[in-house]
């Protein structure tokens, strides 16, 4: 059996770092963790390929060699999907689609002949036996949750490593929360579930020794939801993992409520973490309680950011705009958040309603759905009406884009965050010839042809003079900010 992996575009957003990543001569930002997981659940004998169309071109000769294509996606690379399917259906291959997209939306495809749905290690053992006997289904699906001590080690051999500027390993699945626009737990439950910290070891030693010396990303969708075992079995083995491969950083996501726990956020910075997104969403209590978002509320969430800061983390930071309870004031208070608070990056979307959260249903109750969500946080869409006259809410919304990461505001920001940040140590930065390249690259790109030459410079020596160990942190970041605001740019102009 010919398998052909296949991990449809995406289209150019916040976190794609389409215009930062040819500064390090990257393709793309991670590999398909879901997928190279799903080829290691495969039979060995079968015969597997890879083509992810963010760093590849998927050709006829690739369909053709196929006897199945395998699709998984998340919702914002659906019309790449489409794409993909209509070429599968002209070169005659059958398709198995799985992921975020097909979870929500398979009655939309009906091009695809078979769906494995739901956690992969449940649903695709029964799929692969009722193939080899001639008789699989069309959709697999379950409501149960997979033990993660049973989930294989991805088969990183599929993936050209050289294309991406991170790896990635998950250790956890489900959250404790019940955020009421997230479809987190509707897909992967509130139980938390955990691979072991040898599970761990071993991926990351997998990657080590296929030359993986570079940055790693936790995707879990909150880290530390079982904080015993961070601190008792995992972050005690990462620690010692490191202690001759300290050029391997990591970074995850986390609720903010990770400041409550002082030996833990010590811990976690310890073993190399040293970036972190936390979903903030908004300095607006009312819209807080709205959302259910009950572990951001009773705190101040600015001191909670300083904090990481000066433990040795950098706060990425999520913010929502459209809460029923929210008044053209809110415009104001998030630029005056995201400015003071010194998260460079500041991911700010116009909030949507996706299929499976409590909030699809609360608003399919009030009547007052439009449309599917595009799966673009920051792309200027809504897909019900909101309570604020919809002319000012999209307005305030690219009036906080333009401002945040417009040229003197961004570059501000970067120095608010050094200012606070105490950097651990801990990690040696990857010194390779591509990020030479990068830093040279960006003197020309930024500093000679960019609108943001003189806010560039000012940083250039206020660093070099200031913070000197944090120069290659505020290279990064300035380049960042030259992916933020050609993105913003084109949603908000």
């Not at 699906?141 to 599929?158: G, Y």
């Not at 997998?206 to 961070?230: P, Q």
């Amino acid at each position: 059996m010919r398998i052909l992996m296949v991990y449809p575009q995406f289209p150019d957003t916040f976190w794609s770092f389409k215009h930062a990543l040819p500064f390090i001569r990257k393709k793309a930002s991670f590999p398909p963790l879901g997928l190279l997981t799903v080829a290691a659940l495969l039979p060995e004998d079968w015969e597997k390929r890879l083509v992810d169309m963010n760093t590849t071109q998927l050709t006829t000769r690739d369909l053709q060699w196929a006897d199945y294509v395998f699709v998984s996606a998340m919702i914002a690379q659906r019309e790449s999907v489409r794409t993909v399917l209509q070429r599968c259906k002209q070169a005659g291959t059958k398709v198995v689609a799985g992921g975020p997209l097909f979870m929500s939306e398979h009655e939309d495809f009906s091009e695809v002949d078979h769906f494995v749905l739901n956690e992969a290690e449940l649903t695709l053992p029964p799929f692969i036996s009722d193939l080899e006997r001639g008789k699989p289904r069309r959709i697999y699906e379950t409501s149960e949750f997979a033990d993660l001590a049973l989930s294989p080690m991805p088969m990183w051999d599929l993936a050209d490593m050289g294309q991406y500027a991170s790896m990635c390993i998950q250790y956890s699945r489900g959250c404790p929360f019940n955020c009421e626009f997230c479809n987190v737990t509707a897909m992967l439950g509130h139980r938390f579930r955990t691979k072991s910290a040898d599970q761990i070891v071993a991926e990351l030693d997998a990657l080590y020794s296929r030359g993986w010396h570079g940055g790693v990303f936790f995707v879990d969708d909150n880290f530390i939801g079982s904080r015993r075992k961070l601190k008792e079995e995992l972050l005690p083995a990462l620690i010692a993992w490191r202690r001759d491969k300290r050029t391997i950083g990591f970074q995850t996501e986390a609720s903010i409520d990770l400041v409550d726990d002082p030996e833990l956020l010590g811990l976690m910075v310890k073993a190399g973490f040293d970036k972190v997104f936390v979903g903030i969403e908004t300095p607006n209590d009312e819209s807080l309680a709205e959302c259910k978002k009950s572990q951001n509320r009773g705190r101040d969430l600015m001191e909670s950011v300083k904090i990481m800061q000066r433990a040795g983390l950098e706060v990425q930071g999520g913010f929502i705009v459209g809460f029923d309870h929210d008044t053209p004031s809110i415009f104001r208070r998030q630029i005056e958040f995201i400015q003071q608070s010194g998260i460079v990056t500041a991911m700010v979307g116009l909030l949507q309603a996706p299929k499976g959260t409590r909030l699809y249903e609360r608003l399919k109750r009030e009547g007052r759905l439009t449309s599917e969500t595009s799966g673009n946080n920051t792309d200027d869409t809504m897909n019900f009406r909101p309570k604020m006259d919809p002319k000012v809410l999209h307005e305030g919304y690219r009036r906080i884009l333009l401002h945040v990461y417009s040229p003197r505001a961004y570059y501000e920001r970067i120095r608010t965050f050094l200012r606070e940040y105490k950097s651990s140590h801990v990690i040696r930065p990857h010194v390779s010839w591509h990020y030479i390249a990068a830093f040279l690259r960006s003197m020309l790109v930024l500093g000679v042809r960019g609108k943001e030459r003189l806010e560039y410079w000012k940083l250039f020596f206020w660093t070099l003079f200031r913070k000197p160990h944090l120069f290659p942190l505020a290279i990064t970041l300035a380049i960042y900010g030259f992916h933020f605001r050609r993105v913003s740019e084109r949603y908000a102009l």
